[in-house]
């Protein structure tokens, strides 16, 4: 990577092609002041900004390694750009503000008509970024995510929830270019990634950023490499993990353990029970939600201490689950109020956040007195204590902005991005504490920059019980694919979805089609959804178990080859699920495949994401032979062929001098 002073400018290249071109006619940096407007409603966020001043930074001049901007020769410098190498490959641009009332910064990078970008945090509707425009501010994802659909539409109408195509509960301002660099901008501000245009990428920012960082690599998965030691790297996969599925049941004791034993019955490898209702439920028009009160509900499950320590000797896991927030007709809150523990609003009182019929406080994890109390008290005395192995830390996307006060004094419009790796933090240190890292499992769907080396499992969030293009099965492989690229290795969703309203319920089809993909995953995992009595279950009739249970077969039998990729995950930092472009650079025609992906580097699984259908088109990336699972025929790669595709039969393909052969060809005798 060379940085050169041009005529009236300066360049950067990589491989002899334009990162970034600044020169007085066409400026890469642009400065200027803004005030938003953003307004919250359960977690759906309305944002707005008017752009008081926007001026292009035309003057520049380089001393040694330091780039001075300006508007013209006349007037002060307005950023001062310190170049430190990190090798001859990366670059970072640190970033200092000469005029303190600046509080918007963009900047355009060099693009290619042909250009691909991914990444942006964990994307569910678009890998491949170009020519669209990525607002990155944390939030509910929202139900549906096209405007176009009906229940987009009354989520709109009802709940202000129905979302878009770039809504996300993990952004992340990163992206990775098909020209071999990476991009990070180093803040936690409201930010917008801009693809649209044909001859530059434009970078938004509600603050100076800190600094700039390229990343480059002659292969994406050297820039990967370098992404995950950037942002951390996960512990390796707990060992009971691979013993089966984790079965998401929460109907309370008699109802969740009978469950149990019944699937277990008919044959079900379970590793897990995964009850989220450990604490207690309350019933709300959106459906059955959890009491918030973070400790074990005697009533609901009156002998859960002794059953944990039955099912750990038969080595089945108990898994729980926990938020960062304190309802307030609960027990604890009163607690954490009297020893100040929460967020303040404008009145200098404790700040309540609306979930949808129920208030909870803002616990302040910028205060380490709170974040002392939250780890000792809740999750190591009310949770491990109890012999707990994993739960799931739900949400961190609801920070408000407006009239909060936090402890470290911070606006919360720079916080509010930042509030994800906090709790992810707070939740790791815990376990750390009590050396159970990499025993103790915990996964979440809130996330941003450095989310990546306190959280050891991602989760995609709330899908809605469907097929749809935008919010269904299909999403959950894109979101895989965009967070894996930035260093989360693992990836996981709800078997079935979770989001039923507005008459949609969840179908047999769904469930197993899910259950298919969930198969060739890190883990395994069923959720009941948000009505559990209106959609279909796993045990609702004999097949569907007996298919769930060699599907989960099939994942154990696979569990050889999966701790070799969580292997690399720890020590490169390789996702489990890659893009297929990652191995196949050559072909171009990987480039936009949203819908399949590597599991590994030997395996390519081709999910079945729509409705009736028995036939599935899949493309096999050239320069390979494959082989089918299922049939055992050669297939030369290059090619987009159709295959049969049956429930139970994902199109499921592998390389033909795979050194798991034999592993992945026995796959099709498991029954």
Known sequence: MKLNQIENGFELFYKQKSILCHTTQHPAFFVGIGEEKIASYRGNFQIEDRIIERLPLKYSTIKENTIYLSYD?????????????????DLILTIQSMNP????????LVADENEKVWGGGEQMSYF???????????????????KTTEITFLSDKYHKAGGDYYHTNYPQPTFISSQHYACHINSTAYSEFDFRHTDYHELHSWEIPKSIEIYTGDTFLTIVEKLSLRFGRQPKLPEWIYNGVILGLKGGEKNSFSRLDNARAKGVPVAGIWCEDWAGVRQTSFGKRLFWDWKWNPKRYPNLAKKIKQLKQQNIRFLA????????????????????????NAQKEVALVDFGEFYCGVLDFTNPKTREWFKQEIIQKNMLDLGVSGWMADFGEYLPTDDLYLANGM????????????????????????????????????????????????????????????DGLNTVICGALSSGLLGNAYHHSDIGGYTSLFGHRRTKEVFERWVDMAAFTPMMRTHEGNRPDENFQFDQDSSTIAHLARMTKI?????????????????????????????????????????????????????????????????????????????????QGGQTITVPAPIGKPPLFYRK?????????????IS
């Open 73 to 89: 020769e006349k007037t002060p410098f307005q950023l001062k750009i310190q170049i430190s190498p990190r090798s001859d490959r």
């Open 101 to 108: 009332s600046l509080n918007r910064f963009w900047l355009r």
């Open 128 to 146: 491949n970024m170009k020519g669209r425009h990525f607002p990155l501010w944390t939030s509910e994802p929202g139900v549906g995510r096209d």
């Open 321 to 344: 689950y926990v938020s960062p927030y304190l309802c307030d007709d609960g027990e604890l809150f009163p607690i954490a109020k009297e020893k100040g523990l929460f967020a303040l």
């Open 411 to 470: 606006d919360a419009k720079i916080m509010h991005n930042a509030w994800p790796p906090l709790w992810a933090r707070v939740n790791a240190e815990a376990v750390e504490e009590r050396a159970l890292t990499g025993e103790i499992l915990f996964f979440m769907r809130a996330g941003f920059t450095g989310s990546q080396q306190y959280c050891p499992m991602l989760w995609a969030g709330d899908q809605c019980v469907d097929f749809s293009r935008h």
């Open 555 to 635: 994942y154990c039998h696979l569990v050889p080859y999966l701790k070799s990729l969580v292997d690399e995950a720890y020590t490169k930092g390789y996702p489990v699920q890659r893009p297929l472009f990652v191995h196949f650079e050559q072909d171009i025609n990987t480039y936009d495949i949203q819908d399949q992906y590597m599991y590994g580097a030997e395996l390519l699984v081709a999910p079945v994401h729509k409705q009736g259908v028995t036939e599935w088109r899949v493309y096999l990336p050239s320069g390979e032979t494959w082989i089918s699972v299922w049939t055992a025929q050669e297939i």
């Open 657 to 669: 001098n795979s050194q798991w052969t034999d592993l992945f060809a026995a796959i099709a005798d």
